[in-house]
């Protein structure tokens, strides 16, 4: 078929590959369960809010098991030094996406989303949206990267960088409605609140994109 050639696959072990898809799963679970809880919590279905953050610290943790399975596993591989620390980066850097999140559904917690302007309001959800659709595509592209399809994961990374820069815009945006809508938060620490929420979720689209250029990285180099 057009476009393949050597798989991620081929490289790693099959114990490895099934840990990598794991990890990653558990990602997108932590993204979902994230804008399943805003959803909720804006149409004030409160109690299933909370139930859905509970579950983004819940799936936390397990990625933190994860994740550590996932580096013994490349430690102890027969590979390249190199390719080692390469894929241990893209590990470290799609934690982190995880790790925003959490973030952000512990300040979720405690902020009452309803009393916020709805143009902010707009903005947190669509970042919440944006994490979600480039972490997916984070995952299509190693999926790719296994399958040898490397030219497509290429091409998904691509869009990821598309993401973190719509991400850029919104975050402006978000930042300058605080100061516009300033005398509509009260109390003071709100603003607090809303600006680390906003934070946390735009630099979990940076990491995809940081884990994404990890990945082109390994492709470039390893893969071609």
Request: charged share 30%; with cysteine.
């Amino acid at each position: 078929m057009e476009g393949l050639s050597i798989r991620l696959s081929d490289i790693l072990s099959a114990e490895a590959v099934e840990a990598l898809i794991d990890f990653l799963s558990n990602l997108e679970r932590i993204a979902k369960a994230f804008s399943s809880s805003l959803d909720l919590l804006n149409t004030m279905r409160v109690g299933e809010a909370r139930v859905q953050l509970a579950e983004v610290l819940k799936l936390e943790e397990k990625g933190r098991d994860l994740r550590t399975r996932l580096e013994e596993l490349i430690v102890s591989s027969r590979l390249e030094p190199s390719l080692k620390e390469d894929l241990l980066n893209f590990v470290i850097k799609a934690d982190a996406i995880g790790d925003h999140v959490k973030e952000a559904a512990r300040e979720l917690t405690i902020l009452p989303i309803l009393e916020i302007p709805v143009e902010i309001r707009n903005g947190i959800v669509e970042l919440s949206k944006l994490s979600i659709t480039a972490l997916q595509q984070l995952i299509s592209a190693a999926k790719k990267t296994m399958e040898g399809n490397n030219v497509k994961a290429l091409e998904d990374i691509k869009l990821i960088n598309k993401y973190e820069e719509r991400a850029d815009q919104v975050d402006l945006a978000n930042r300058g409605l605080l100061l516009t809508l300033a005398d509509k938060l009260r109390p003071v620490t709100m603003s607090i609140l809303i600006h680390d929420l906003n934070k946390d979720l735009e630099e979990s689209v940076d990491a995809c994109q940081v884990a994404g250029e990890y990945l082109k990285l390994i492709i470039l180099t390893w893969l071609a």
